[in-house]
Every structure is written in structure tokens, then in C-alpha cells.
């Protein structure tokens, strides 16, 4: 991770979502963190980044997902030149 992001706050953050157990754990967590626009771009990204990895062009992603070209754009980014999070967390699940 980018050291500019690094900071004990974030430490604190990602210790709680570890701490997680269960997916209603998660959906009680994330409800009161985040907005439901927030909660919707991030796991609209997730989606992209799934679909990028499986080589699906953007014109279906885009029907897919709803996603715009830019939040394609700066997923596929991420997934080119980023530090492969998206990566990790799919081949954990069995997407890739």
C-alpha cells in the first residue's frame, strides 16, 4: 500500500473488518460506515474487476454492471498497475 495512506487510523479500520465473522457481521459493519452510494461503488467495482479478470470487453461490463467506461478505466488501472488486491481477494474466493 502506498505509504501516504498508511496510518494507525487504517490499521484500526482494517483490524475491525478482519475481526469480521460472518456476512451479516459484515452487512451491520458496512451500514454504518459507509453511505449506500459508497456501499454501491465499491462493490460495483469488486463486480468490474471480476469481469476485467475474466476478459470481458468494456461494452458488456457496461450492460452488466452499470458501470461508467471511467469506473472501468480506473479498475482496469488498478488491476495493471496497482498493488493486486482485487487479484488476492478473487483467487481466495475461487473466481480466478
Known amino acids: 500500500m502506498n505509504d501516504k495512506l498508511r496510518s494507525e487510523a487504517l490499521d484500526n479500520l482494517f483490524e475491525a473488518v478482519l475481526a469480521l ?6 452487512y ?7 453511505t449506500v452510494p459508497e456501499l454501491k461503488a465499491i462493490s460495483q467495482r469488486f463486480q468490474v474487476a471480476n469481469l476485467l479478470l ?20 480506473r479498475v482496469n ?20
Not at 21 to 26: A, V
Not at 28 to 34: G, I, R, S, V, Y
Not at 54 to 73: F, L, P
Open 21 to 26: 465473522e460472518t456476512r451479516e457481521e459484515c
Open 28 to 34: 451491520a459493519f458496512f451500514e454504518d460506515l459507509c
Open 54 to 73: 475474466q476478459n470481458k470487453v468494456y461494452n458488456d461490463i457496461v450492460k452488466e454492471t452499470g458501470a461508467s467506461t471511467a469506473t472501468i478505466s
Open 77 to 96: 488501472r488498478s488491476l495493471t498497475f496497482g498493488s493486486d488486491g482485487y487479484r488476492t481477494v478473487l483467487t481466495k474466493l475461487g473466481k480466478l
